[in-house]
T-cell receptor
Framework: AQSVAQPEDQVNVAEGNPLTVKCTYS??????LFWYVQYPNRGLQFLLKYITGDNLVKGSYGFEAEFNKSQTSFHLKKPSALVSDSALYFC???????????FGSGTRLLVRP | DVKVTQSSRYLVKRTGEKVFLECVQDMDHENMFWYRQDPGLGLRLIYFSYDVKMKEKGDIPEGYSVSREKKERFSLILESASTNQTSMYLCASSPYTGRWDTEAFFGQGTRLTVV
């Protein structure tokens, strides 16, 4: 069965510093991987996705994610964090042949001024 | 832009009531989903629909049903609301492309409290 793990409930980083939000996955076939962000009392907004090809994927708001097949990871990164990046981040995986998206438990990112 | 609209942002209902959560999307998407979001548990799939009148159970369908009479509308029904159904409910849609790489688009969520 497919699954997603986000090992950190919360990540704290100072504004201007690089940030990483971790995600590992488990699927039996080829994975399709997604990152979403949720601001308070809002729905989820799509950030980026990995389908195939280049292991470094660029997305919205300066975010990028690195796919590592051997480590089954898809970590979200940003070179320089902003206070406005503070939000809840979700990693999700879809296995081929299904429209179901499986989500991780979420990681709260706090960027301090 | 894709727009997924949920009819209510906040709802308060009494135990035992029948509750309807409505979701409408304006991009002619074939697939629609209902998730519930709880702290520490992430999003869990309740039901999804890949066509009008078609539905499949997700991971936590107990206590819920769904209706999709029109392509743009997907309703979640709590037959007899209970306090453990207090949660944030999120609707989403995605297009059918014949591939599995399309992202889902989410509504703003309905925070349901059952008292």
């Amino acid at each position: 069965a497919q699954s997603v793990a986000q090992p950190e409930d919360q990540v704290n980083v100072a504004e201007g510093n690089p940030l990483t939000v971790k995600c590992t996955y488990s699927v039996s076939g080829n994975p399709y991987l997604f990152w979403y962000v949720q601001y308070p009392n809002r729905g989820l907004q799509f950030l980026l996705k990995y389908i195939t090809g280049d292991n470094l994927v660029k997305g919205s708001y300066g975010f990028e994610a690195e796919f590592n097949k051997s480590q089954t990871s898809f970590h979200l990164k940003k070179p320089s964090a902003l206070v406005s990046d503070s939000a809840l981040y979700f990693c999700a995986v879809r296995e081929g042949s299904s429209y179901k998206l499986i989500f991780g438990s979420g990681t709260r990112l706090l960027v301090r001024p | 832009d894709v727009k997924v609209t949920q009819s209510s942002r906040y709802l308060v209902k009494r135990t035992g009531e029948k509750v309807f959560l409505e979701c409408v999307q304006d991009m002619d998407h074939e697939n629609m989903f209902w998730y519930r979001q709880d702290p520490g548990l992430g999003l869990r799939l309740i039901y999804f629909s890949y066509d009008v009148k078609m539905k499949e159970k997700g991971d936590i369908p107990e206590g819920y049903s769904v209706s999709r009479e029109k392509k743009e509308r997907f309703s979640l029904i709590l037959e007899s609301a209970s306090t453990n159904q207090t949660s944030m409910y999120l609707c989403a849609s995605s297009p059918y492309t014949g591939r599995w790489d399309t992202e889902a688009f989410f509504g703003q969520g309905t925070r349901l409290t059952v008292v």
